[in-house]
C-alpha cells in the first residue's frame, strides 16, 4: 500500500493534540471505574451481573450522545460538541465526590443514585467526545484515514496505562479521588481546543447533502438502532410483566423511527455499512466487555502472586499503544482487512489461555490478547470512513456508538451471567464439597446449590447463587469455614473460566472479517473512496 505523506500544520498539531487528549480523557474515567467496580459490589452488596450493568450505565449512554451530535454537528459545530463533553467529564467528578459522601454517611440509595446517574453522564460525555474528535481526524488526514484514527486511538490505551498507574500508586485511598482524576485531562483538552478554529467535514467541504449522509446509514442501519433503542429503554424504566402499554409504547417508538427514517430516506443503505455495524457488536465486547472485567477476572490470581489485577489491563494496554502508534508502517505491509483477521486469531487464542492460565503466566496469555485486541476499533471505523465517506460524521460515529450501546448494555452484563453460569458449573461439579457438605447442599451425591433466577431486558434468563440461604445452610456445618473456601476458590476459578465463553465473539469478528477480505479480493483489492 502506498504511503502518504503530508504538511501537518501547527493548526493541525494542536487540534490532534486536544482530540487526543479528550480521548484520553474518556480512559481515565473508563479504567478508574474497572478498578473500582468490586468495591462499588461490596459497598452496594451487588452480584456480578448486577455489576455489570453498573457498568454498562457508564458506556450505553455513549451511543445516544454520539448519534445525537453526529446529526447536528455539522450545523452547531465541533466545538460547541467539546464544551458539552467537558461539561460531562466535570459533573461525573462531582457525582461522584458527593456519592462517596452520602454513603460515609450511610445513605445508600442517594449514594447509588449519584453513582448510577453520575456514571450516566459520564458516558454521554464520552460520546460527545467521540462525536467530535473521530470526524475531526479524518477531515484533516482524508487521504490516509485509517493510519491517523488508529494513532488517535492510541490515545485509548494511553490513556488506560496513565490512569491504571495512578491508581495502583495512590493505594487505597477514598474512592471519590479515583473518580475526580478524570478531571484533570478535561480540563486541558478544554484549554487546548477552545483557543483552536475546527475545519468543516470532509462531506460538506464535498457538497455531499445532509440527505446523502442519512442514506448512507439508510433504513437497515435506522432498523438495528431502533432495536437496541427499543431493548435499552424496556431495561431503563423496567416494566413489569404486566405493564404491557408500557412495552408496546417503546416497540412503537422503534417502529415510528423506522418508518419516519425510512419514509425520508427511501433506502436501505449501504450494504458494506450494515454489514460493519454489525461486525461492532462482538467486536466492542471483546474488547470493551472484556476489559471491564479483567480486573475482577483475575484478582483471585493477582491476589495469589500478591501484586493488582489491574496490572493485565495495564500490561495489554500499553501494548496498544505502542503498536497503534506504529499503524503507518503496519498498515502499510498489510490491508485493514488482514491486520482484521489476523487480531482476530490472536484474541481467540489470547483470551482462550487467559481462561486457564495461573502464575505470572497470565501475562503471557495477555500478550495475546493485548495484540489481538490492539486494531479492532479504529481499523474497523478506518474501513468505515474510508469506504462510507458520503457518510460523513454520522456513519462513522453511528459504528462507533452501535459498538458502545452493545457493550454497556448486552456485552458486560452478558460477561457478568457468563461468570455467574460458569461459578455454579465449578461448584457443582466439586467432588471435595460434596465430601464434606451438609445435607441441605446435597442432592443424592451431587451438590444442589439454591439458586435465584434473573433476567435481563426480559429476554436474558440467568442465574445466580442465593448466597443468604447458602449461609442459613451451612451455620449447622461443622465444615461451615472449609466449605466456604472451597466455595471461594471455585468462585475465582468459575470467574476465570468464563472468558473461555468469551472467545465466540472473535470467532464471529473473524468469520465477517474472512466475508469482506474475499469480497473485496474478489473486486481487485480493498480500495479506499475518496470525495472530489
Keep these: 500500500m502506498e504511503e502518504i505523506t503530508y504538511k501537518i500544520t501547527k493548526s493541525h498539531k494542536l487540534l490532534f493534540v486536544g482530540c487526543f487528549i479528550a480521548l484520553v480523557t474518556t480512559a481515565f474515567g473508563f479504567i478508574t471505574r ?66 462517596y459522601q452520602y454513603l460515609q454517611e450511610g445513605d445508600v440509595d442517594t449514594a447509588y443514585g449519584l453513582l448510577y446517574w453520575g456514571s450516566l453522564i459520564f458516558a454521554l460525555g464520552n460520546g460527545t467526545v467521540e462525536a467530535f474528535i473521530n470526524p475531526v481526524v479524518a477531515t484533516m488526514f482524508h487521504r490516509d484515514k485509517t493510519k491517523w484514527l488508529n494513532i488517535l486511538h492510541a490515545a485509548w490505551p494511553g490513556g488506560l496505562v496513565l490512569a491504571g498507574v495512578i491508581v495502583i500508586g495512590i493505594g487505597n485511598v477514598e474512592w471519590w479521588i479515583k473518580i475526580v482524576l478524570t478531571v484533570i485531562p478535561a480540563l486541558l483538552y478544554f484549554f487546548i481546543l477552545t483557543r483552536q478554529k475546527f475545519p468543516p467535514n470532509e462531506r460538506v467541504a464535498a457538497g455531499v447533502s445532509y440527505k ?21 429503554l424496556n431495561d ?64 483471585g490470581i493477582a491476589d495469589k502472586k500478591g501484586f493488582d489485577a489491574g496490572w493485565v489491563l495495564i500490561y495489554t494496554s500499553a501494548i496498544m499503544l505502542v503498536l497503534r502508534l506504529l499503524a503507518g508502517p503496519i498498515l502499510h505491509k498489510v490491508s485493514p482487512l488482514s491486520l482484521l483477521m489476523i487480531s482476530s486469531v490472536l484474541a481467540i487464542f489470547g483470551l482462550y489461555f487467559l481462561s486457564f492460565s495461573a502464575g505470572w503466566y497470565i501475562f503471557a496469555a495477555a500478550t495475546l490478547y493485548g495484540l489481538g485486541k490492539t486494531f479492532f476499533w479504529p481499523t474497523t471505523l478506518g474501513v468505515v470512513a474510508e469506504q462510507t465517506p458520503k457518510g460523513g460524521a454520522l456513519t462513522l460515529n453511528a459504528v462507533s456508538g452501535i459498538g458502545m450501546l452493545t457493550v454497556g448494555m448486552l456485552g458486560a452484563p452478558i460477561i457478568g451471567t457468563f461468570q455467574s453460569n460458569s461459578q455454579i458449573n465449578q461448584i457443582r461439579g466439586s467432588t471435595e464439597i460434596a465430601q464434606i457438605a451438609p445435607s441441605g ?41 472449609e466449605i466456604h473456601a472451597l466455595i471461594s476458590e471455585l468462585k475465582t476459578t468459575g470467574t476465570q473460566r468464563a472468558l473461555k465463553t468469551v472467545i465466540i465473539f472473535p470467532i464471529i469478528m473473524l468469520i465477517c472479517y474472512a466475508i469482506l477480505y474475499f469480497y473485496f479480493k474478489s473486486k481487485g483489492g480493498y480500495k479506499p473512496i475518496a470525495l472530489s
Design 212 to 232: 446523502e449522509m442519512l442514506q448512507e446509514f439508510g433504513v437497515g442501519g435506522a432498523a438495528l438502532v431502533s432495536f437496541l433503542v427499543v431493548l435499552q
Design 441 to 481: 447442599l446435597l442432592e443424592g451425591n451431587a451438590i444442589h446449590l439454591p439458586l435465584e433466577d434473573k433476567t435481563i431486558y426480559s429476554v436474558i434468563n440467568y442465574k445466580v447463587i442465593n448466597e443468604d440461604k447458602v449461609d442459613e445452610i451451612l451455620s449447622i456445618s461443622e465444615n461451615q469455614a
Design 34 to 99: 474497572v478498578f473500582l467496580v468490586d468495591v462499588w459490589s461490596e459497598a452496594f452488596n451487588l452480584n456480578p451481573a448486577q455489576a455489570g450493568k453498573l457498568t454498562g450505565i457508564g458506556i450505553w449512554p455513549f451511543f445516544v450522545s454520539i448519534i445525537f451530535f453526529s446529526l447536528l454537528i455539522d450545523r452547531i459545530g465541533y466545538k460547541v460538541a467539546m464544551i458539552v463533553a467537558f461539561v460531562g467529564h466535570m459533573t461525573w467528578g462531582i457525582m461522584g465526590y458527593l456519592s
Design 236 to 299: 431503563f424504566f423496567e416494566p413489569g410483566p404486566e405493564d404491557y402499554l408500557m412495552r408496546y409504547s417503546f416497540i412503537g417508538i422503534g417502529i415510528l423511527m423506522i418508518v419516519a427514517f425510512g419514509w425520508y430516506v427511501r433506502t436501505l443503505g449501504q450494504p458494506i455499512l450494515l454489514f460493519l455495524s454489525f461486525i461492532i457488536m462482538p467486536l466492542a465486547t471483546t474488547e470493551l466487555g472484556t476489559d471491564s472485567w479483567i480486573q475482577s477476572i483475575m484478582q
